[in-house]
């Protein structure tokens, strides 16, 4: 094995997780080569170091807070509402589909109710077009061109268009 | 092989408070340790410890037994720790210090009888502690899961949530990274004591004269 793969595969070595069929070749090498010995011997006090952090012993209170913290969860969730806070988005999503559906069956019943309605819209039309063509032109003189369309208006002529 | 402790999430599942119990009482110091090597606050660690068996207690329903409990549980508390180490960016160093102000006081170290020594134990686990602390916090995570906890190249990348290979790779850095900041300390190369395998300390030139 090359020094430079041999370097990389201290770490796992030192930790024992280099295979089997791995190990030999390596162990080998470190027999042979003295720089990756002296790498490897310093990994090996260096991670002796690392392990000088201590242990912590927990407080007397731990069980207790955790027995406080838990019984306060489970308060909060008993006082949220069934769907708590924001309901389930396929609720949302069937409120909205239901809203469209009720919004597009109205429109659509309306409209087809009003279009039935007989004479509907030309009574309307007719109204609004007699008001324009009509009282629009009462106070003018009948010699004028209002006047004088004014009568034919009522003598049945002047459809409106 | 059954796992005792997936059957006890079982009976949690059901209701069962005395199996939690039993579980938060076997597991409080391997989750309490981690968190507090980890962030280096005894008041935090707790709190990370508390928040990590409320989630498993939340999560009772939704456990299924696929793998090992305790691989599941360093799972969350890796997740509770990096969650809090990505909230709290800055506080590392505060948290450092305020280790220090009750370091002599409150951390738990029986190994060592006389008081020189164990003023020379406390300032080389300042070392230590800082420079884990100077870790990136993945890099970090994995030298506690690894050098502490134990656990196989596999356990931790279940915990980490990434291959074994990048476990290799990030425990590989943080030796690396660990040399560069312990060198000092390393043997013949300062006149600070060092910690020898069974945990006493001994001065530069017995070590020295052991080896030779």
């Known amino acids: 094995m090359r020094c430079q793969r041999v370097k990389r595969r201290?770490?796992?070595?030192?930790?024992?997780?280099?295979?089997?069929?791995?190990?030999?070749a390596l162990e080998a090498h470190l027999q042979a080569c003295?720089?990756?010995?002296?790498?490897?011997?310093?990994?090996?006090?260096?991670?002796?170091?690392?392990?000088?952090?201590?242990?912590?012993?927990?407080?007397?209170?731990?069980?207790?807070?955790?027995r406080a913290r838990i019984q306060e969860r489970e308060v909060r969730l008993a006082r949220?509402?069934?769907?708590?806070?924001?309901?389930?988005?396929?609720?949302?999503?069937?409120?909205?589909?239901?809203?469209?559906?009720?919004?597009?069956?109205?429109?659509?019943?309306?409209?087809?109710?009003?279009?039935?309605?007989?004479?509907?819209?030309?009574?309307a039309r007719q109204a609004v077009l007699d008001s324009?063509?009509?009282?629009?032109?009462?106070?003018?003189?009948?010699?004028?061109?209002g006047g004088a369309y004014a009568r034919l208006v009522a003598n049945g002529g002047g459809n409106e268009r | 092989m059954p796992d005792p402790d997936a059957e006890l999430m079982q009976q949690v599942a059901q209701g069962d408070h005395e199996a939690f119990s039993i579980l938060v009482q076997k597991y409080r110091q391997p989750v309490l340790n981690t968190a507090f090597r980890y962030v280096g606050n005894r008041e935090e660690a707790e709190d990370l410890a508390q928040e990590t068996f409320l989630r498993i207690y939340e999560a009772c329903h939704r456990y299924r037994p696929t793998a090992r409990f305790s691989t599941w549980l360093y799972r969350i508390v890796t997740n509770v720790c990096l969650d809090a180490r990505r909230r709290r960016q800055t506080r590392s160093v505060e948290s450092l210090e305020a280790l220090e102000e009750t370091s002599s006081e409150v951390l738990m170290d029986r190994r060592s009888p006389s008081s020189q020594e164990a003023v020379e134990r406390q300032e080389l686990q300042k070392v230590v502690r800082e420079a884990i602390a100077s870790l990136p916090p993945r890099q970090r995570m994995a030298v506690v899961l690894q050098r502490y906890e134990e656990l196989s190249y596999q356990e931790i990348a279940t915990a980490l949530d990434c291959s074994v290979s990048a476990v290799e790779t990030l425990l590989h850095r943080a030796k690396q990274n660990l040399k560069e900041r312990l060198w000092d300390y390393v043997e013949g190369n300062a006149e600070t004591p060092q910690v020898i395998a069974d945990g006493s300390v001994k001065k530069d030139r017995a070590v020295r004269s052991e080896r030779s």
């Open chain 1, 132 to 145: 324009w063509s009509v009282t629009a032109f009462h106070e003018l003189p009948p010699q004028s061109v």
């Open chain 1, 10 to 24: 201290l770490s796992a070595w030192l930790d024992g997780e280099v295979g089997e069929r791995e190990r030999p």
């Open chain 1, 34 to 66: 003295a720089d990756c010995a002296a790498e490897a011997e310093h990994l090996r006090q260096v991670w002796e170091l690392a392990g000088a952090l201590p242990e912590m012993e927990p407080g007397p209170g731990f069980e207790a807070a955790l």
């Open chain 1, 80 to 123: 949220r509402p069934k769907w708590g806070p924001v309901a389930p988005r396929w609720a949302w999503a069937m409120g909205v589909g239901a809203a469209l559906s009720l919004s597009l069956w109205l429109g659509l019943t309306l409209g087809r109710g009003l279009a039935q309605l007989p004479g509907t819209r030309d009574s």
